[in-house]
């Protein structure tokens, strides 16, 4: 091993061990996940950016099979594994790679396989005490590696989902923005969309086929679409059955027949989603444009007031922490909080350490009950980085 491969990684167990000190002193036990996971898992539910950057492979047996992306869905395996009726409270850490498809051969702010270091908080009955405990014991164990300087930024997805359900919107648009929050461009596109109503699909090539289905007779809807596909011929090779497809297509059907978005609503949208800023007077414009729009955010915006409270309680600087609307990170299991530890100007290198409430994520692995959760990971590699680099 090289000399200056062998000091990193030294440094970097050192780095570790610090690390993990704080994080069992204040009572995670430490758990080790498997490195190869189950391909559905992460699939379904890390999202699309991360699904086209995780490893997979099939083993002799047929099985698909995955490198670990990140260590939450694992860690939340083996929370299930030792407790399958998910009524009990758990608190893990954890020290070890990650894996992660790179353009090119990566570099060092985007390695393909990386390091992570990370607590995952299971089954609190005060969800937002729990954020608090999480991020607070995050920001003492950088600070206790040596990192002094950095920004906190984050979200808050809850809000953003209590205000879609609030509006008057078809189920199917609904889903397809909470599904788009993670790609902007997208979102905004499908907002104009929506608005353009039956123009947007106009020239669309499909257009003949979606004038031809009926959402009550599916089967002749199905035989539609294939018949279509068989006389374009167009192979049906990919993720998406011909039923998933007849779905999305119906959906498309629909809107056809449906009055366009309303351009106040989509404003309103798009204004909170411009809602930027320091922590509390994020917050009260948030309360203004939702009080003025008539709309009644009530436990999701006393869960993001209270949060604030615990936070400064904790000893969490908010005169510098900066709220941001559309910031989800990029792992779609998020459903509330999410935050991320930054230095400033230096890019992705700069993200140190970020996390978030992912409520869903273990009744959607085969929990009996939703769970709350809430995690957060540090990029041991480029905190080091950082630290060496004068960001401490």
Same mark, same amino acid.
């Given at each position: ?6 000091? #990193? &990684? ?7 061990? @610090? ?23 992460? =699939? ?44 009990? !409270? /758990? ?9 992660? &498809? ?23 009955? $005060? ?14 164990? @950088?600070?206790?590696?040596?990192? %002094? ?16 359900? =609030? ?39 499909? !257009?003949? @086929? ?9 089967? $002749?809807?199905? #035989? ?26 119906? $959906?498309?059907?629909?809107?056809? !027949? ?30 203004? =444009?939702?009080?003025? /729009? ?11 007031? #209270? ?30 909080? @999410? &935050? ?21 994520? =273990?009744?959607?692995?085969? /929990? ?12 041991? %590699? ?11």
């Amino acid at each position: 091993m090289p000399a200056e491969t062998a000091q #990193k &990684f030294e440094a970097l167990e050192t780095q570790a061990a @610090v690390l993990m000190d704080v994080f069992t002193q204040a009572g995670y036990e430490p758990v080790a996940p498997s490195i190869i996971q189950p391909a559905d898992i992460f =699939l379904d539910r890390v999202g699309e950016v991360i699904r086209g950057r995780t490893y997979m492979f099939t083993d002799p047996d047929g099985a698909e099979l995955c490198l670990r992306p990140d260590l939450t869905v694992p860690c939340s395996r083996i929370y299930l594994s030792r407790h399958p009726e998910a009524g009990s !409270r /758990a608190r893990y850490c954890y020290n070890g790679p990650a894996f992660r &498809f790179q353009l090119g051969r990566g570099d060092a702010a985007r390695p393909r396989e990386f390091r992570q270091a990370g607590i995952e908080n299971f089954g609190a009955p $005060d969800r937002e005490k729990a954020e608090a405990e999480v991020l607070s014991l995050v920001i003492e164990a @950088v600070r206790r590696a040596g990192l %002094e300087n950095f920004d906190l930024k984050f979200g808050d997805l809850g809000l953003f989902l209590s205000l879609l359900d =609030l509006l008057e919107l078809p189920e199917r648009w609904r889903t397809r923005l909470k599904h788009h929050f993670w790609r902007p461009d997208m979102f905004h596109e499908l907002l104009m969309r929506l608005c353009a109503g039956d123009a947007a699909v106009a020239s669309s090539n499909l !257009r003949s @086929v979606l004038v031809k289905l009926n959402a009550d007779d599916k089967d $002749d809807a199905q #035989k539609i679409v294939a018949e279509y596909f068989e006389e374009k011929e167009i192979p049906l090779i990919g993720a998406r059955s011909l039923k998933e497809i007849t779905e999305r297509l119906l $959906d498309h059907a629909a809107d056809l !027949r449906a009055d366009p978005l309303p351009e106040e609503t989509a404003e309103l949208i798009e204004r909170y989603l411009a809602i930027s800023g320091p922590a509390k007077a994020a917050g009260a414009r948030i309360a203004d =444009l939702t009080s003025a /729009a008539n709309i009644d955010l009530g436990g999701s915006l006393q869960a993001y007031t #209270k949060r604030l409270d615990l936070f400064a309680q904790a000893g969490i600087e908010l005169a510098t922490a900066q709220f941001s609307a559309e910031f989800g990170r990029n792992l779609e299991y998020y459903t509330g909080l @999410v &935050f991320q530890l930054e230095i400033p100007d230096f890019g992705p290198a700069g993200q140190v350490a970020g996390g978030g409430r992912y409520d869903g994520l =273990l009744e959607d692995i085969g /929990a009996p009950r939703d769970v709350g959760a809430m995690g957060s990971a540090i990029h041991t %590699e480029r905190l080091l980085a950082a630290i060496q680099g004068g960001g401490a």
